[in-house]
């Protein structure tokens, strides 16, 4: 079972430069998500999408765009990448039509680095 | 302010003590559900326990257990004889409803216990 593929793991991008992280799910889940990881701040929402062709902002969306094409993929941009957005990014997918208190599942994660 | 609290940034602990991670949430929602998730070293984050809020009944799993008080708004988690393999960081969330009816989850900064052997 892959679960959610996060695609690349580790990336080096120069301010400015920009970049799409990749996640994909093998599960049929309605609902993804895209998580940030800093130190001393826990998981921050930055998008999530609850079905394809459907997408919202969370906390922190400014400088990060989705889409979601499709019920399995759900891509990251980074337009223009600042050294603010040095982070480990994780995705993470859920089922909603078993229930609304299924877990998420997570992503390996892929860790940021702009310079 | 959060909607969930876990005051405590780090725990440190020898190896057969026993430990209690504390997460503390704010909502006005009736219908909610709570989590705890573990992220080990190797950074991959797995789910522990989910909780809704009309359960309060306590879970224990093996050493783990857990502590639902609907009346102080926390969820707190036990570790019971710690071992190494304990350490990791402990994220507690809070799930609430969204506008358009989708639950949303919100996590703690989380809570990096230490296990020494």
């Known amino acids: 079972n892959a679960g959610v593929t996060q695609t690349p793991k580790f990336q080096v991008l120069k301010t400015g430069q920009s970049m799409t992280l990749q996640c994909a799910q093998d599960?049929?889940?309605?609902?993804m998500s895209w998580y940030r990881q800093d130190p001393g701040m826990g998981l921050r929402l930055i998008h999530y999408s609850v079905g394809a062709g459907i997408t919202d902002q969370g906390e922190v969306p400014n400088g990060y765009n989705v889409s979601r094409s499709t019920t399995e993929d759900f891509p990251l941009r980074l337009l223009s990448a600042a050294p603010s957005q040095t982070s480990v990014y994780f995705c993470?997918?859920?089922?909603?039509?078993?229930?609304?208190?299924?877990?998420?599942?997570f992503g390996n994660g892929t860790r940021l680095t702009v310079t | 302010a959060q909607k969930v609290t876990q005051a405590q940034t780090e725990i440190s602990v020898v190896e057969k003590e026993d430990v209690t991670l504390d997460c503390v949430y704010e909502t006005r929602d009736t219908t909610y559900y709570l989590f705890w998730y573990k992220q080990p070293p190797s950074g991959e984050l797995v789910f522990l326990i989910r909780r809704n809020s009309f359960d309060e009944q306590n879970e224990i799993s093996g050493r783990y257990s857990w502590n639902f008080q609907k009346s102080t708004s926390s969820f707190n988690f036990t570790i019971t004889a710690s071992q190494v393999v304990d350490s990791a960081v402990y994220f507690c969330?809070?799930?609430?409803?969204?506008?358009?009816?989708?639950?949303?989850?919100?996590f703690g900064r989380g809570t990096s216990l230490i296990v020494h052997p």
């Open positions: 599960m049929n889940h309605e609902y």
């Open positions: 969330a809070l799930s609430e409803a969204a506008s358009g009816g989708s639950y949303i989850p919100t």
């Open positions: 993470a997918s859920r089922s909603t039509g078993t229930g609304l208190n299924s877990p998420l599942h």
